[in-house]
T-cell receptor, first 112, second 114 residues
Framework: DSGVTQTPKHLITATGQRVTLRCSPRSGDLSVYWYQQSLDQGLQFLIQYYNGEERAKGNILERFSAQQFPDLHSELNLSSLELGDSALYFC???????????FGPGTRLLVL | AQSVSQHNHHVILSEAASLELGCNYSYGGTVNLFWYVQYPGQHLQLLLK??????LVKGIKGFEAEFIKSKFSFNLRKPSVQWSDTAEYFC????????????FGSGTRLLVRP
């Protein structure tokens, strides 16, 4: 157990819908990263937050957004979902962003 | 831009065989290097990491990796694999200049036959 929690574990939804994925970092970690794992793209960085502020962006679609709240948990919002958004979404956390990242169990999203 | 190449996409070994998984990265600056393992249906777990110092790094479960700067490589090794090592292995790098986001290789699926 890495200490990073993610909810829900599984999510099944329809095209066009919007979902919110939640991540709680390890206690004391200020930095949260989101990654997408899909069969065709592999593991890709989406976005990073540090102490409530966006720090870096990767290949994140405009339909996707994220935020980090004062209690340091983070949410990834996916809207206007498409079939191709079906993937495993991981979050990871680290103390200040430059140390080892520890991954949560992931949320498996299936868009039908 | 940083990139990571894992040359072996699928590896099949018998128990007790030795393992070496290749990883090469492309980046001109200072990087941190990682190997993560993903057991079937589970999340990514850190096997080992290299930030600086001794280029031979020992990790959990008997794994080790050697950083060879001149070859931009960080190969993973284990002298004797077990059936429980069946998993997917990911090499990753990050750097200060890119906010320490992890760049992953495409992964190597290891199947260990009992």
């Amino acid at each position: 157990d890495s200490g990073v929690t993610q909810t829900p574990k599984h999510l099944i939804t329809a095209t066009g819908q919007r979902v919110t994925l939640r991540c709680s970092p390890r206690s004391g970690d200020l930095s949260v990263y989101w990654y997408q794992q899909s069969l065709d793209q592999g593991l890709q960085f989406l976005i990073q937050y540090y102490n409530g502020e966006e720090r870096a962006k990767g290949n994140i679609l405009e339909r996707f957004s994220a935020q980090q709240f004062p209690d340091l948990h983070s949410e990834l919002n996916l809207s206007s979902l498409e079939l191709g958004d079906s993937a495993l979404y991981f979050c990871a956390s680290s103390p200040r962003g430059k140390e080892t990242q520890y991954f949560g169990p992931g949320t498996r999203l299936l868009v039908l | 831009a940083q990139s990571v190449s894992q040359h072996n996409h699928h590896v099949i070994l018998s128990e007790a065989a030795s393992l070496e998984l290749g990883c090469n990265y492309s980046y001109g600056g200072t990087v941190n290097l990682f190997w993560y393992v993903q057991y079937p249906g589970q999340h990514l777990q850190l096997l080992l990491k290299y930030f600086s110092g001794d280029p031979l790094v020992k990790g959990i479960k008997g794994f080790e990796a050697e950083f060879i700067k001149s070859k931009f490589s960080f190969n993973l090794r284990k002298p004797s694999v077990q059936w429980s090592d069946t998993a997917e292995y990911f090499c990753a790098v990050n750097a200060h200049e890119s906010s320490y986001k992890l760049i992953f290789g495409s992964g190597t699926r290891l199947l260990v036959r009992p």
